[in-house]
T-cell receptor, first 117, second 114 residues
Framework: GAVVSQHPSWVICKSGTSVKIECRSL??????MFWYRQFPKQSLMLMAT?????????EQGVEKDKFLINHASLTLSTLTVTSAHPEDSSFYIC?????????????FGDGTRLSIL | AQSVTQLDSQVPVFEEAPVELRCNYS??????LFWYVQYPNQGLQLLLK??????LVKGINGFEAEFNKSQTSFHLRKPSVHISDTAEYFC????????????FGEGTQLTVNP
């Protein structure tokens, strides 16, 4: 149980393109989803927290207009990197937490490797 | 605010040897504790968690961890490792009150050699 699917797993696109990444909880409902960015050989950096039906809460230094997050249902959140540039190239990982509350662990997707040429 | 320190960035061991990956945390409030494993080009998989109760927690793949409140530690152990345990391991904490966000350590690369 507690499977999170992230799609696509790999994206290569030209500079200036907008890229959408989907995160789905397949067998549970997720009130809260999280988006992380990970640089090579480093830990995960939380970008934003999204709760179903409300606006995402962004971490300091993360551009809201650059990284658009939508959490329209209890099983789907999307991250759109708008007008992507080479410095946005990274490994993006989502996670989801179930309805039961604060003591539930986050379950992670397999990540999306984004490469901007 | 919380912080997590993983004391070893890299741990090389031989197959079938025991291993301990160290994790210390700092927090002004009570926390939940987690260990995650990340294989190359993949997301994170939950190994085990400490919420309350017994301080010795058993997880998947033969791993266990012990919560030590006085030393604010949550070290991960396995008595005999396999080649397939080679991966990055992350210790993480979240506040009990809100539990909203995870604070991760910097990770420990475990490399199991034949």
């Amino acid at each position: 149980g507690a499977v999170v699917s992230q799609h696509p797993s790999w994206v290569i696109c030209k500079s200036g393109t907008s890229v959408k990444i989907e995160c789905r909880s397949l067998d549970f409902q997720a009130t809260t989803m999280f988006w992380y960015r990970q640089f090579p050989k480093q830990s995960l950096m939380l970008m934003a927290t999204s709760n179903e039906g409300s606006k995402a809460t962004y971490e300091q230094g993360v551009e809201k207009d650059k990284f658009l997050i939508n959490h329209a249902s209890l099983t789907l959140s999307t991250l759109t990197v708008t007008s992507a540039h080479p410095e946005d190239s990274s490994f993006y990982i989502c996670s989801a937490r179930g309805l039961q509350g604060a003591n539930q662990p986050q379950h992670f997707g397999d990540g999306t490797r984004l490469s901007i040429l | 605010a919380q912080s997590v320190t993983q004391l070893d960035s890299q741990v090389p061991v031989f197959e079938e040897a025991p291993v301990e990956l160290r994790c210390n945390y700092s927090s002004s409030v009570s926390v939940y504790l987690f260990w995650y494993v990340q294989y190359p080009n993949q997301g994170l998989q939950l190994l085990l968690k400490y919420l309350s109760g017994s301080t010795l927690v058993k997880g998947i793949n033969g791993f266990e961890a012990e919560f030590n409140k006085s030393q604010t530690s949550f070290h991960l152990r396995k008595p005999s490792v396999h080649i397939s345990d080679t991966a990055e391991y992350f210790c993480a904490v979240s506040e009990r009150t809100s539990g909203s966000r995870l604070t991760f350590g910097e990770g420990t690369q475990l490399t199991v050699n034949p």
